[in-house]
């Protein structure tokens, strides 16, 4: 019923900007808390963000005063500004999310991730 799709990813120089973004569709009822997460290959998926239906927003050490974690309720969908980035950041990254479906309990799902590519 519910599915999440990631935009945004690319090729990018380091020290530079990217916006990631994350719609939910279907048949919702609420979104709740939003995540960001990213997997590099041969590696666990790594939690980077993740802000509550109010607002309130927590971020992994490795990407604490770089990236920002935003939402938009009226369009369901969570944003991940990254900026100063690193070719560390270099990764797929994908959205998570607690979403209410047709007025059931709140259940949670994955989008299917966009690539993010940092390198000169």
């Known amino acids: 019923q519910v599915q999440l799709v990631e935009s945004g990813g690319g090729l990018v120089q380091p020290g530079g900007s990217l916006r990631l973004s994350c719609a939910a569709s279907?048949?919702?009822?609420?979104?709740?808390?939003m995540r960001w997460y990213r997997q590099v290959p041969g590696k666990q998926r790594e939690w980077l963000a993740i802000i509550s239906s109010d607002g309130g927003t927590t971020y992994a050490e490795s990407v604490k005063g770089r990236f920002t974690i935003s939402r938009d309720d009226a369009k369901h969908t969570v944003y991940l500004e990254m900026n100063s980035l690193k070719p560390e950041d270099t990764a797929v990254y994908y959205c998570n999310a607690d979403v209410e479906v047709s007025r059931l309990p709140s259940r949670n799902y994955w989008g299917q991730g966009t690539q993010v590519t940092v390198s000169s």
């Open positions: 279907g048949s919702i009822f609420r979104v709740n808390t």
